[in-house]
């Protein structure tokens, strides 16, 4: 008897989506302080000359994505920032095949400028542009320049319309919006981008997860652990589904990967130990509100502690900390609960990157081979001979 090994030829159910492999994005250091809001020494720079070496660096180690933050003035231990379009291009530019996200926010954005700078870029980088669009947490930075500072679900509502207008004004002539924050009229870019920028969108709450799913291509989460995240994706893809589209799921993780998990564990606590304090609590009363001003209190940062915020995105939430073989295996068990990206943020950038490609990544495609072939001997089909 011969035994032919098959794959499963119906189409899952949306929710249950499982990538094949797990793509990896980082942090981009645009601004100063790092990505913990901690006194500890971390061997990594916001500036220009740092960051292209860094991005090259991504690049030849598996990473497939880079994200610019964006801040506009000094807060909570970055005193400095660089605006994140002009420097996302700028990567993009030194670069070769690296995608860089740069993130925005609607109310200080325009979406038709927008897309004409994105497809600018697109043209430039050939097709490696990409945007975040962040609804906004910084009170400060809108009524400092003047802008209004709408409460949390009206704020999703204005960025539900800002994607809406991005993706038709990059793929439509003529075109017409009547939306209640945008007004587009009988609008044509030229030209249009060659590849459509891949939209994302992130957020915790329930008007962000439906932003998510009906609109975004890519779903960003905080960090979060195993339960936490299965619930946004069972959310997310369920909205999705009801207009049916197909979303992918990006999820934040603090990464610190070391030889022995006691001193990756001693790294963690050295972070928070010298966490500086004063900032970390502006931060907390500056964000909670996000959280609380939401009617079933599921926005980001509500259920936050002190700890979680001395990473201000919930990084160390996600548990991506110990030796290689732990976090790889973590990593694995995310994908197989729908996730297919991981946004990292590192300590020492540099040499942590380095250290991820060639330690941690590889054992992770190694799990996923492992499974793939798990998957296709449970549906070996015996043909009598």
């Excluded at 901690?38 to 497939?64: C, K, M, P, Q």
């Excluded at 420097?87 to 609607?106: D, N």
């Excluded at 609804?135 to 009524?143: H, L, Y």
């Amino acid at each position: 008897m011969t035994v032919l090994r098959v794959r499963c030829l119906h189409t899952p159910m949306t929710t249950e989506r499982i990538a094949d492999h797990v793509k990896f994005a980082y942090w981009v250091p645009n601004v100063s302080g790092g990505l913990v809001t901690s006194t500890i020494e971390h061997r990594t720079d916001w500036g220009y000359d740092y960051n292209v070496t860094l991005a090259r660096t991504a690049e030849n180690n598996g990473f497939e994505y880079a994200l610019t933050q964006v801040r506009y003035e000094a807060s909570y231990g970055a005193e400095y920032q660089h605006e994140s379009t002009s420097f996302s291009l700028a990567l993009l530019l030194a670069t070769e095949r690296l995608k860089v996200i740069a993130a925005v926010h609607p109310g200080l954005w325009q979406p038709g400028v927008l897309a004409k700078l994105g497809a600018t870029a697109d043209h430039l980088s050939a097709g490696r542009f990409a945007v975040n669009v962040v609804s906004g947490w910084f009170k400060d930075e809108f009524t400092h320049l003047g802008e209004p500072w709408l409460e949390h679900d009206e704020r999703y509502r204005r960025s539900a319309e800002f994607l809406q207008v991005l993706r038709k004004i990059w793929t439509e002539d003529d075109v017409d919006f009547r939306g209640d924050f945008y007004r587009i009229h009988d609008f044509t870019l030229k030209p249009k981008p060659i590849h459509t920028p891949e939209l994302f969108q992130g957020g915790n709450s329930t008007a962000a997860r439906r932003n998510g799913g009906l609109y975004s291509d890519w779903y960003f989460s905080n960090g979060k652990d195993f339960t936490g995240i299965t619930d946004q994706i069972v959310e997310v893809r369920d909205h999705a589904r009801t207009v049916d589209r197909e979303v992918s799921i990006g999820l934040n993780g603090f990464i610190i990967a070391r030889d022995t998990e006691a001193e990756a564990r001693e790294v963690l606590r050295e972070i928070v130990a010298k966490a500086n304090r004063p900032a970390v609590e502006g931060f907390r009363s500056a964000v909670q509100q996000a959280g609380s001003a939401t009617g079933d209190k599921k926005g980001m940062w509500a259920d936050s502690s002190f700890e979680d915020l001395v990473q201000y995105n919930d990084g160390f939430r996600t548990q991506l900390i110990g030796t290689p073989e732990q976090i790889a295996e973590r990593i694995a068990a995310y994908r197989r609960r729908g996730v297919d990206l991981i946004l990292g943020g590192f300590l020492h950038f540099q040499e942590e990157i380095e250290y991820f490609g060639a330690k941690v990544l590889p054992l992770v495609r190694e799990i996923e081979a492992a499974d793939s072939q798990e998957t296709l001997s449970e549906y070996r089909v015996p043909v009598l001979s």
